[in-house]
């Protein structure tokens, strides 16, 4: 439980879609682009700050496909424990 910087490590990629993270019925982020002409891979882009409680411990990814972009490549979700002072 805590405070959790969320950063996803992925590919954008011919076929890419955009995507969007939630948290339950909140967005977390706008869409991003998952597309580029040449595969391009992104290790620690950084997301959001997350909070994770008993109640609210789930996200959901979001694909938004147009047209043959309708792939996504996620290698990894990491996240970093925030300290709290």
Do not use: C
């Amino acid at each position: 439980m805590g405070t959790y910087r969320l950063m996803f490590d992925y590919n954008k990629v011919l076929q890419g879609a955009q995507f969007a993270l939630w948290q339950r019925q909140t967005p977390l982020t706008g869409y991003k682009e998952g597309y580029a002409p040449e595969q391009q891979r992104l290790r620690m882009d950084y997301l959001a700050d997350i909070t994770i409680t008993p109640l609210n411990h789930t996200m959901t990814i979001h694909l938004k496909a147009a047209g043959d972009r309708k792939k996504s490549v996620l290698n990894r979700i990491i996240l970093v424990k925030v300290k709290q002072p």
